[in-house]
């Protein structure tokens, strides 16, 4: 049986293919307390929290796989993974609807200035004719980016 170890916490939405497959078993807990059982894991599953260094990559002994659930690797170190013949994979389109859902509305909230009224409502004042902002109806909105 392939042994994973889910160290961060991760959507059981997300996990649900893994839990229901008879050939994975799925152990959901923090790294220092998998410490006794490291060495049998065959894969190690981290968002951002979890630190993936050389002397966890040395206690895992059996790790040939580490998925890291999100777009960047900087909590692993890859050259040492490298080294141990480990491989390292993420999910770099993992958010890409919730970031561009959210670039929209912070469009809109510097559009309508949300953040200057927020922080004069926190301030006791309201001087609501200075937050007025402007309509996005009639307007022609566009994202440019690179892929």
């Known amino acids: 049986m392939f042994r994973l170890l889910v160290s961060d916490k991760v959507n059981n939405e997300g996990l649900k293919p893994l839990i229901e497959s008879e050939a994975v078993e799925v152990v959901q807990k923090s790294v220092s307390e998998a410490e006794d059982e ?40 890859i050259d040492e ?19 561009a859902e959210h670039t929209l509305a912070m469009i809109s909230s510097l559009m309508r200035h949300i953040p200057q ?6 301030a006791k004042k309201w001087n609501r004719s200075a937050f007025v902002g402007s309509e996005l109806y009639g307007k022609i909105l566009g994202i440019i980016g690179f892929a």
């Open 38 to 77: 490291l060495n049998l894991f065959d894969a190690l599953l981290v968002r951002s929290s979890t630190k993936v260094t050389k002397e966890l990559l040395g206690k895992m002994t059996s790790l040939k796989i580490i998925g890291r659930v999100g777009v960047g690797v900087d909590n692993i170190d």
């Open 81 to 99: 993974a490298t080294k141990q013949g480990v491989i390292v994979i993420n999910a770099p389109n993992g958010n890409t609807i919730s970031v």
């Open 117 to 122: 009224a927020n922080i004069s409502v926190k």
